[in-house]
């Protein structure tokens, strides 16, 4: 029973994560492309269970195989060789190459390892969620508890958390940008009537 609760929670949170990040890129008439790697098409599949995802998802990979997240999303053969497919460059670079792949305005990422046994060194429950967009990247370290599934479904509410702070950091800068364009206008105004002031006084002298 605990379990069951523990899933019906996951599915709540992931279902208000994804609904939230629809409407605002379908607000925002923007794209998004999904990456995944250990929730295997668990993002894409929260995402395309909300209603008018159609306006604003263009599509996504699953790169379970290491191999996959160079040939496929496009991540540094270099890098995955370094560094192992469970590592923050990666889940950033994993994100932007959907992105770029898919032609979408922003790209979301997940990597990690979601058990039972650990992976390459790594722990279970250490996951990186990462986005890309029109103003750069940025990755998450996650230490998540419990069984796979809750691991898996955690890296997915984590992911789209992540999402909605950047779209929200966009929305702020651009209103930010909004604001002062008017002011800028203001003085261009300003000078422009000191000028034709002076011209006159000018003229009279």
Do not use: F
């Amino acid at each position: 029973m605990q379990r069951e609760a523990d899933g019906a929670a996951d599915d709540a949170a992931t279902g208000s994560a994804a609904a939230g990040v629809v409407h605002s890129l379908a607000q925002r008439r923007e794209t998004l492309a999904t990456v995944e790697s250990l929730t295997g098409g668990l993002l894409a599949a929260s995402i395309v269970e909300i209603a008018g995802v159609s306006g604003i998802y263009r599509g996504g990979l699953v790169v379970y195989a290491t191999e996959l997240k160079g040939t496929l999303a496009g991540v540094p053969a270099d890098l995955l060789s370094e560094r192992g497919p469970v590592d923050p460059e990666v889940a950033t670079a994993l994100a932007e190459g959907g992105r770029q792949r898919c032609g979408a305005v922003w790209g979301i990422a997940t990597t990690g390892v979601a058990g039972p046994e650990p992976q390459d060194g790594k722990p279970v429950g250490l996951v990186y969620v990462a986005v890309a967009g029109p103003n750069g990247t940025e990755v998450r370290q996650l230490s998540l508890d419990g069984g796979r599934e809750h691991v898996r479904a955690a890296a997915v509410v984590e992911a789209l958390r992540l999402l909605a702070e950047r779209i929200q950091a966009a929305e702020d800068a651009q209103a930010a940008a909004d604001a002062a364009a008017p002011d800028a206008d203001s003085q261009t105004v300003a000078g422009a009537t000191r000028g034709g002031a002076g011209s006159a006084r000018a003229d009279r002298r």
